[in-house]
C-alpha cells in the first residue's frame, strides 16, 4: 500500500485528492477498481495502452524525475519495485511510496518520480488511441527526494 512520506495519510490523501490524484491497489485480480478507472478515463479510453519496465536512473532529477505535468489523465499500475513519487499540492510537495499493486490516478497534477529499484508499470491514459502522456517540463526546481 502507497506509504506517505511528507504528511499523515489522511491529510496527504486530502491535499492529493484536491491536487487532481488518487491512489488506491489493485484486486484480487490484479486490476485497478473499475470505478476508479471509469471516474478518470472515458470510455473506450480505459484500456492498457502500455506497459514499461523502469530501470533505477542515473540522473534522478531528468526525465520522469523532472518536475512535470501530463496532457491526458492517466491511471497506472505498479507491477513490481519501488519507487517515490511528489505531487505538487496547496501546501507544498508531498512524497509517496509506491511500491506493487499500488495504482496511482493522476489528473493534471504536477509530480515527479524516482524508481528506487527497477519496476514494471501498466500503464492506461486517455487522449487518442496514437498518442502518448504528452508530458511538459514545468521547471520547477530539483529538491531532495523524501527517502522511504
Excluded at 10 to 18: D, I, N
Excluded at 73 to 98: C, Q, W, Y
Amino acid at each position: 500500500m502507497a506509504r506517505f512520506l511528507t504528511l499523515g495519510e489522511v491529510e496527504s490523501r486530502a491535499l492529493l485528492a484536491a491536487a487532481g490524484v488518487q491512489l488506491g491497489r489493485v484486486d484480487a485480480s490484479g486490476e485497478p477498481d473499475a470505478a476508479l478507472v471509469a471516474e478518470v478515463l472515458p470510455e473506450g479510453q480505459r484500456q492498457v495502452r502500455a506497459e514499461a519496465d523502469i530501470d533505477v536512473p542515473e540522473d534522478v532529477d531528468s526525465g520522469m524525475g523532472a518536475w512535470h505535468v501530463n496532457a491526458v489523465d492517466e491511471v497506472h499500475v505498479v507491477e513490481s519495485g519501488a519507487g517515490v513519487m511528489e505531487f505538487v499540492t496547496i501546501e507544498g510537495p508531498i512524497g509517496v511510496l509506491v511500491e506493487e499493486g499500488d495504482v496511482i490516478a493522476i489528473q493534471g497534477a504536477e509530480h515527479r518520480y524516482r524508481p528506487l529499484t527497477p519496476q514494471r508499470w501498466v500503464l492506461r491514459f486517455g487522449g487518442p488511441a496514437d498518442g502518448d502522456l504528452g508530458a511538459t517540463d514545468t521547471g520547477r526546481g530539483s529538491t531532495a527526494w523524501p527517502l522511504p
